[in-house]
């Protein structure tokens, strides 16, 4: 087992055994967010049909030659096309079709005159400018025709996307699985968020933000309890999370004499690949795999993470590590968070040998970003992560940042970007 890894480190080794689950078939209005397993090719030409653009008249351009306002021509209103009908007669000279927004082109037709620029005189209409070929007209298959590569394998799917496997006929969709996790909490000390803290007992609250951590991802989380310090109960909750895709148990993991787990996996056969990271929250983190590795020709098992139970360590270590392997199960390639440039407001200093993430409030002026530290930095203060849009980090082997300085922020708020003003 390999221990001290720096997080770049970690999270390659991570994500290179981080399998990418099986495709499922889930129906269309359920897969939002979820990544496309295979490539979606049209099979449909849409508009199926030249169609009017807007609600007019349908023309021979060659009639209106010179057409204007004070010199209109006339034409007779020879019939009427709907959106869903049918136009099943030929246009003649001098001839126009009453038409609406999403009707059938007629046979002889050329162009479309928008109602705004005609005159109704009885069943005649005048028109008043002079039409260019295709004006107004939505050209068959300008959208997309048969064989058209419209969605690529891998990508996640929005809003438009479901939209454009709608208008296919679409209705199952072939999606990468999402990842089951299993999230365990063990300590003697911890009690269910209603339980008695009297003598010293604290709340899991790990579960609680890991379970959201998780859901935030997509991922599809099952709670499995506490265990108490004691090995056949930390044995008895992992085996009850051996069904899973990804096993994420917090505390327990460092060396203490109350620290079962990592003896406990050892024993029910998963490979402790590493321990510990040059992090600062979360240098205990344990990564290990059950199952023999698919490289081997084996069945992976789950992923094992071990992360520390300081709930600030937990969550961030969750961020770094876990995160990007679920997204990566899930089928995405784009698996990290997003990390901007930042105007430090504040002196920031540390040790040499551990990376830091400090957790920061940011702040957008004058096209810059201001990041400023959120109070106590300790492990245990999630009030401190609470307040925070984003973790400034803090290199290595760096040991000061100056006030001023511009530094690297990693975005954990997801709206950071959404403005409270109108964008346009
Ligand atoms: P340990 O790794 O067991 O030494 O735990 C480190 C610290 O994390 C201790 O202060 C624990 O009380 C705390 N802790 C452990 N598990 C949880 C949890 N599920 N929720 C909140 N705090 C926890
Ligand atoms: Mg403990």
């Known amino acids: ?16 055994r981080a399998p990418r689950l099986d495709p499922e078939m889930i129906p269309t209005g359920d897969a939002l967010g979820r990544v496309l397993a295979e490539p979606v090719h049209s099979a449909r030409l849409i ?11 349908a023309v021979r351009a060659a009639d209106l030659k010179g057409a204007t306002t004070r010199a209109p021509v006339e034409l007779a209103i020879a019939f ?4 869903g009908g049918v136009a099943d007669r030929e246009l003649q000279a001098l001839e126009s079709a009453r038409i609406f927004t999403g009707a059938p082109i007629p046979p002889g037709a050329d162009a479309v005159i928008r109602q705004e620029d005609t005159e109704s005189v009885g069943d005649h209409v005048r028109i008043l400018i002079e039409p260019v070929e295709r004006d107004h007209i939505r050209n068959a298959g300008e959208d997309l025709r048969p064989g058209d590569l419209v969605l690529e394998q891998g990508m996640r ?24 996790v299993a999230i365990l909490s063990g300590g003697d000390e911890l009690v269910e968020v209603d339980g008695d803290v009297s003598g010293g007992r604290i709340v899991a609250s790990n579960s609680y933000t890991l379970l959201a951590q998780c859901r935030a991802v997509g991922a599809e ?23 899973s895709d990804c096993i994420v148990s917090s505390a327990g993991v460092s060396v203490g004499d109350h620290d079962h787990v990592r003896p406990v996996l050892e024993k029910l056969g998963c490979t402790l690949e590493f321990w510990g990271v040059k992090m600062k929250p979360g240098f205990p983190l344990a990564f290990g795999r059950f199952g023999s590795p698919s490289d081997a020709g084996g069945l992976p098992g789950p992923l094992v993470f071990g992360l520390p139970g300081n709930p600030v360590s937990a969550s961030v270590t969750f961020e770094q590590f876990v995160r990007p392997a679920l997204l990566k199960m899930a089928g995405h390639s784009r698996c990290h968070r997003p990390v901007i440039r930042a105007t430090l407001t504040e002196r920031l200093t540390k040790k040499a040998g551990r990376i830091h993430f400090v957790r920061a409030t940011l702040e ?7 990041a400023t530290s959120t109070g106590s930095q300790s492990s245990g203060v999630m009030r401190s992560l609470s307040l925070a849009q984003g973790l400034v980090i803090f290199p290595l082997e760096a040991t000061v940042l100056e006030q001023g300085e511009e530094v690297r922020v990693q975005i954990l708020d997801d709206h950071f970007f959404s403005g409270t003003e109108s964008g346009i």
């Open 1 to 16: 087992m390999r221990e001290g890894l720096t997080v770049a480190e970690a999270q390659e080794w991570i994500l290179e």
């Open 47 to 57: 508009p199926p049909a030249d169609s009017s653009a807007m609600d007019g008249y």
């Open 80 to 83: 009427e096309v709907a959106a």
């Open 157 to 180: 799917l929005g809003s438009a996307q479901i939209g454009v496997l709608a208008s296919l006929g679409r209705s199952m969709v072939p999606v990468y699985r999402r990842p089951r």
């Open 221 to 243: 989380p099952t709670y499995l309890g506490i265990s108490r310090d004691r090995p056949d109960q930390v044995e008895r909750q992992f085996r009850a999370a051996l069904a």
């Open 364 to 370: 957008r002026r004058d096209g810059e970003v201001l």
